[in-house]
């Protein structure tokens, strides 16, 4: 079965749009660098509805075994240590599909 993985996040008031959107932008770039990821997509909220959660991610994997690769990837690992402390929340939710 496959995997979806689904990012969530709320940024801090003080990061700018330009590094918010950078963050999509490299996130999307790990499935150039992650073989295990099969499609990558991000983006902004555009209604009301997500209780200040703006920006999020989904990353679909073949199956479960791979989202501990995934998750333990030198260029994941690299991802999160660059913009975790920008986050104020972030909510993370893995299902099979």
């Given at each position: 079965m496959k995997v979806i993985h689904i990012v969530i996040v709320k940024?801090?008031?003080?990061v700018s749009d330009e590094?918010?959107?950078?963050?999509?932008?490299?996130?999307?770039?790990l499935k150039?660098?992650?073989?295990?990821?099969?499609?990558?997509?991000?983006g902004k909220t555009f209604t009301d509805r997500s209780q200040g959660y703006e920006w999020?991610?989904?990353v679909e994997l073949e199956k479960k075994?791979?989202?501990?690769i995934y998750t333990q990837h030198k260029a994941h690992q690299e991802f999160v240590q660059k913009y975790?402390?920008?986050?104020e929340d972030l909510i993370a939710l893995d299902y099979e599909v």
């Open positions: 940024f801090k008031p003080s590094i918010k959107k950078q963050t999509l932008v490299d996130v999307v770039a150039n660098k992650i073989p295990e990821i099969q499609i990558a997509t991000a999020g991610w989904v075994e791979d989202l501990p975790k402390p920008l986050f």
